[in-house]
């Protein structure tokens, strides 16, 4: 018995650990059942993800480093798709750094941050990414 590896959850073939399953145990119903590991990611100051039947979850290391919230998700839909098209993690947007505000009804705008920019999707203009010209985490 490896007394070093958490239990994997009950119904599940993997484990799910460390800031990850801290996020996953708040939203365990909106993600559904890990599709395989977490990956660890070197691009983008390093990191990890892990693939879900309903979304993907992100932890950035350098995020972390400077103390600020690293874990995010996103469920499927437009923008996880927009995500993943882009390179995920390993691409050019990095790592997600916040959840998605804004209301198409009220706003017509909906925003995600990630480490390089923002993803805004508009009901006027579709969605585009507005890359962050500060230095980058």
């Known amino acids: 018995v490896d007394f070093m590896t958490p239990p994997v959850l009950k119904g599940h073939k993997h484990n799910i650990v460390g800031p990850i ?3 996953y145990d708040l ?3 909106r993600l559904g059942k890990p599709l395989g590991p977490e990956q660890e990611v070197l691009e983008n100051g390093g990191g990890l993800v892990q693939e879900f ?19 995010f998700g996103l469920v499927k839909g437009f923008m996880l798709a927009a ?6 993690p390993k691409g050019e947007w990095g790592f997600i ?4 505000s804004g209301d198409l009804e009220d706003t017509g705008a909906r925003v995600v941050p990630f480490q ?5 999707f508009s009901v006027d203009t579709g969605l585009t990414f507005k890359r962050d010209n500060a230095e980058n985490r």
Do not use: M, N, Q
């Open 97 to 100: 750094l916040g959840t998605p």
């Open 53 to 71: 039947e309903k979304g993907i979850v992100t932890h950035s290391y350098a995020a972390s480093a400077e103390g600020v919230d690293a874990t």
């Open 83 to 88: 995500y993943r098209r882009a390179g995920g």
């Open 27 to 29: 939203r365990s119903t």
């Open 116 to 120: 390089h920019g923002a993803a805004i």
């Open 21 to 23: 399953r801290e996020y």
